[in-house]
Structure formats: C-alpha cells, structure tokens
C-alpha cells in the first residue's frame, strides 16, 4: 500500500502563489506515476497536473497550464504543485493520487490511492 499526505494549503490572494505538497510512504515513490486533482463545492473531482515516474513528462489541465507546475522530488518522496497567478476559481480541495503505474492519466476513477486533501481558498 502507499500513503499519500498533503499539505500547503491555505487562503491567498488572488494573484498570489502557493505551494502545495504530497508526501508519500509504503512503496517506492520512483517507480510510479503521481498526479494532482481538485474538487471545488458542487463539482465533481478534476485532473490538474500530472507527471511521470521520471518527471520528464509533463500534463496539465487546460484551466491551469502555464499557471501551475508539478514537479517530483524522488530522493524525498515527495510531489510539488506550485500555483502561481491564483484565481478565485482555482479554490477547492486538492488531492494528490497514483495508482502504482508508470504513467498518468485524466481519469479520477483510475486512481487507487488518494491523500486526505488540502483546503486552498483564493479571495478576490
């Protein structure tokens, strides 16, 4: 099993930054592909960012894409998101996820393991 942990949440400005964080333990973190979602009230859970075991591909959602970049960090287990030029609409709850494969995909129902969540809340 894995366990995913996120943190660096929070409420910022809009125009501001943050950087989010997902810790990961149980498994080896290098083998597999990680992902970012969100999940604003009312709406269904959305693919943000993805990247691949290596780090040496990239995806994002069109909403976010050149804004965010996800990035990994493989001697400490550990995936980033940096939001940058934050909007209102970018607040939800965010999870990071993998389903113990190489590469990501779109697709919430992919995914097997998700961290608890962390709040960002963007103010106008």
């Known amino acids: 099993q894995v366990q995913l942990v996120e943190s660096g949440g929070g409420l910022v400005q809009a125009g501001g930054s943050l950087r989010l964080s997902c810790a990961t333990s149980?498994?080896?973190?290098?083998?597999?592909?990680m992902a970012w979602f969100r999940q604003a009230p009312g709406k269904e859970r959305e693919f943000v960012a993805g990247?691949?075991?290596?780090?040496?591909?990239?995806a994002y959602s069109d909403s976010v894409k050149g804004r965010f970049t996800i990035s990994r960090d493989n001697v400490k287990n550990t995936l980033y998101l940096q939001m940058n030029s934050l909007k209102p609409e970018d607040t939800a709850v965010y999870f990071c996820?993998?389903?113990?494969?190489?590469?990501?995909?779109?697709?919430?129902?992919?995914?097997?393991?998700w961290g608890q969540g962390t709040q960002v809340t963007v103010s106008s």
């Open positions: 996820a993998t389903n113990l494969v190489v590469d990501y995909t779109y697709s919430t129902s992919d995914y097997r393991f």
């Open positions: 149980g498994r080896r973190f290098t083998n597999y592909a």
């Open positions: 990247i691949v075991w290596s780090g040496s591909r990239t």
